[in-house]
């Protein structure tokens, strides 16, 4: 029986046996892993970002895949954990990945990991903006999937949860291009709430025992929190897991995107969720305030106010600004950067302000977390 929209329990530690209580605990009051019959097929869309070692706190836990992996198996399921990180979807590199985030881990106890590197072209008529894209194709062999992603700010996004997870399921290699394609914030919310609904994960699990906070999603600060939360509806698990980052639906452009849709409640208050979340907030999480200029963009009517949101959106909207004693010159950024913004002068990038599309992929790929997202002191001082 399903009794709560959102269930969190507190989990302090990565220790096996502390995680596979947390895990059985948060599953429970949503009908568990019930829809698992024995022979099935289930993948687990893991958020493995990058060659992130666990302790970055970039990257789903391993020890929170082992937990999920065995409760399957002993369902009977057939479980295979995969992602498609940023740069290449091929054997060698997500192989690399694999290597660095721990999960081969989940080979010892019967799970798989993805090898198949094949993509597809899907076509959406559901959706309102991705209607069609290249898709990594295993994600098609399984049954069902579940999304387990990890709490974490982002330089976009301002959160990454378990609806942006799930942009995962675009290949590494042409990831860039879609944030060229939709370089409007809001686009690109609902280009990431289309593939959420398209892959419909029939469980979102999030790894919040330690997240992220600062430069993230790849280069912020590990912070305990100390939740695994988990919810059959991945924009109801982010709206509580944002919430207890200090995080409302309107900061965060896939939760206003889900709203508006409604896929969401105004409020993290209009749903049940097994405790009072407010107890588990944390008031100084370092946040990045990176997503006033929605507002801008989307709700002044008519040409002169687009036109009015533009002129108003670009002079609030955060920068990617690099830090030259951290850099190492390595153009890392200028390969990545879809809009082809950087270019390297003296071994240090420069950014052209008038070309950048504000996606922040430089920021989350520079290796030394040299690049960070800086917000204008006008926003500042508008959002006090
Ligand atoms: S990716 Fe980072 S370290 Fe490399 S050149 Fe760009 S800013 Fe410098
Ligand atoms: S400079 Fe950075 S934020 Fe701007 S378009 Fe290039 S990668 Fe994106």
Not at 21 to 46: D, H, N, Q, R, Y
Not at 176 to 195: K, Q, S, T
Not at 260 to 284: C, W, Y
Not at 325 to 331: P, Y
Request: aromatic fraction near 8%; charge should be neutral; glycine fraction near 8%.
């Amino acid at each position: 029986m399903i009794f709560a929209d959102v269930v969190i329990v507190p989990c302090e530690d990565y220790l096996q046996e502390h995680v596979d209580e947390a895990l059985a605990k948060v599953l429970e009051p949503i009908g568990g892993l019930s829809f698992v019959k024995p022979g099935m097929k289930v993948a687990i869309k893991a958020n493995l970002v990058s060659f992130m070692k666990p302790q970055s706190a970039a990257t789903t836990h391993p020890a929170l895949l082992c937990s999920l992996v065995k409760m399957l198996i002993n369902l009977g399921a057939e479980v295979t954990v995969g992602d498609s990180p940023g740069g290449l979807y091929n054997k060698l590199f997500v192989g690399k990945v694999y290597s660095a985030t721990g999960v081969y881990a989940v080979e010892e106890l019967g799970g798989k990991l993805n090898w198949n590197f094949e993509q597809s072209e899907e076509h959406n008529d559901n959706a309102l903006i991705a209607k069609d894209f290249l898709y990594t194709a295993y994600l098609k062999d399984f049954d069902a999937v579940i999304d387990f992603c990890k709490l974490k700010t982002h330089g976009m996004m301002a959160y990454s949860g378990a609806a942006k997870n799930l942009f995962g399921v675009i290949p590494g290699t042409v990831k860039p291009e879609y944030h060229f394609r939709y370089p409007n914030v809001m686009d690109f919310a609902n280009m990431i709430v289309d593939l959420d609904e398209f892959v419909k994960p029939v469980l979102s699990i999030i790894d919040g025992v330690v997240g992220m906070e600062g430069n993230g999603p790849t280069m912020g600060t590990p912070r305990q929190i100390g939740i695994i939360g988990a919810s059959l509806s991945p924009h109801k698990l982010d709206l509580a897991a944002a919430y207890i980052i200090g995080l409302r639906r309107e900061n965060v452009p896939t939760l206003q995107a889900a709203y508006e849709r409604g896929l969401i409640p105004a409020s993290v208050k209009d749903m049940s969720i097994n405790v009072d979340i407010d107890n588990f907030v944390i008031e100084d999480f370092k946040r990045i305030e990176n997503y006033n200029s929605i507002i801008f963009k989307n709700e002044l009517p008519g040409v002169l106010g687009k036109a009015f949101g533009g002129i108003v959106n670009k002079a609030l909207c955060s920068v990617p600004v690099v830090s030259n004693a951290t850099c190492i010159g390595c153009a890392k950024c200028e390969q990545i950067c879809p809009a082809k913004a950087i270019h390297l002068r003296n071994n240090r990038p420069k950014i052209d302000r008038s070309q950048c599309i504000h996606c922040f992929c430089c920021q989350e790929f520079c290796p030394k977390g040299a690049l960070s997202v800086k917000r204008p002191i006008i926003a500042r001082i508008l959002n006090k």
